[in-house]
C-alpha cells in the first residue's frame, strides 16, 4: 500500500525566513510526484509535477526536488502571502491516481 | 473555461437522507476525479473517470455512493442515507489525461446532522 507521510506537520516561520517542507513515500512504480497548494476552504491548486529522482522545478520563491524516496519543497525568503497547507501526492499505477499526505501547514509571519 | 466548478458549495442534510453533487470539469479533461477530505487530512481518493466510463473505485466507497458522468462531461456523486461519518468536503478534480496535472475545484462541504 503506497504511504505519505508529510513533515512538520506545522510551520511557523518570520517573513523572509527560508525553510524546506518533507515528503517522504513509499509507493511502487512511481510516475510522478505532485505539489499543490491549499487555502482554508478551498480546494488545492497545483504547485509542481515531479517526475524523476534528480529533477527540479521553481515557481517564484518554491522549488521542489525529488529523489527516489523523498521530496522537498524549498521556500525562499517566504512571504505572508505563502502560509498555506502544502499537498504532497505521489502518484502510482497505470491509473496514476495520487495519494495525498495529511500536508504541512505553513504560517509566515510579518 | 475559468476553471472546475461545484455545486453547491455548501449542504447541511439530516441523517438517512440522500444528496447529490454536482461537478463540471474543465471542458477538454477527459479524465475526473471525486476525492473526499476532512479535517487534517489529505483527500482521499473515491472514484475517478475516463470520459464517460468509470475506470476504479476506491476500496474504501461504501455502497451508498454512487457516481455517474453521463456523457463524458459533467459528473453527479450521490449518497444515499447519509451518516454522520458523511460529513466531509467533497472535491472534484479533472486533467487533460492519465499523468497530468489535477485542477481541483472549490469542493461542496457536507455537513450531516
Known amino acids: 500500500e503506497d504511504q505519505v507521510t508529510q513533515s512538520p506537520e506545522a510551520l511557523r516561520l518570520q517573513e523572509g525566513e527560508s525553510s524546506s517542507l518533507n515528503c517522504s513515500y513509499t509507493v511502487s512504480g512511481l510516475r510522478g510526484l505532485f505539489w499543490y497548494r491549499q487555502d482554508p476552504g478551498k480546494g488545492p491548486e497545483f504547485l509542481f509535477t515531479l517526475y524523476s529522482a534528480g529533477e527540479e522545478k521553481e515557481k517564484e520563491r518554491l522549488k521542489a526536488t525529488l529523489t527516489k524516496k523523498e521530496s522537498f519543497l524549498h521556500i525562499t525568503a517566504p512571504k505572508p502571502e505563502d502560509s498555506a497547507t502544502y499537498l504532497c501526492a505521489p502518484a502510482s499505477g497505470g491509473s496514476y491516481i495520487p495519494t495525498f499526505g495529511r500536508g504541512t501547514s505553513l504560517i509566515v509571519h510579518p | 473555461d475559468t476553471g472546475v466548478s461545484q455545486d453547491p458549495r455548501h449542504k447541511i442534510t439530516k441523517r438517512g437522507q440522500n444528496v447529490t453533487f454536482r461537478c463540471d470539469p474543465i471542458s477538454e479533461h477527459n479524465r475526473l476525479y471525486w476525492y473526499r477530505q476532512t479535517l487534517g487530512q489529505g483527500p482521499e481518493f473515491l472514484t475517478y473517470f475516463q470520459n464517460e466510463a468509470q475506470l476504479e473505485k476506491s476500496r474504501l466507497l461504501s455502497d451508498r455512493f454512487s457516481a455517474e458522468r453521463p456523457k463524458g462531461s459533467f459528473s453527479t456523486l450521490e449518497i444515499q442515507r447519509t451518516e454522520q461519518g458523511d460529513s466531509a468536503m467533497y472535491l472534484c478534480?479533472?486533467?487533460?489525461?492519465?499523468?497530468?496535472?489535477?485542477?481541483f475545484g472549490p469542493g461542496t462541504r457536507l455537513t450531516v446532522t
Open positions: 478534480a479533472s486533467s487533460l489525461e492519465a499523468g497530468s496535472e489535477q485542477y
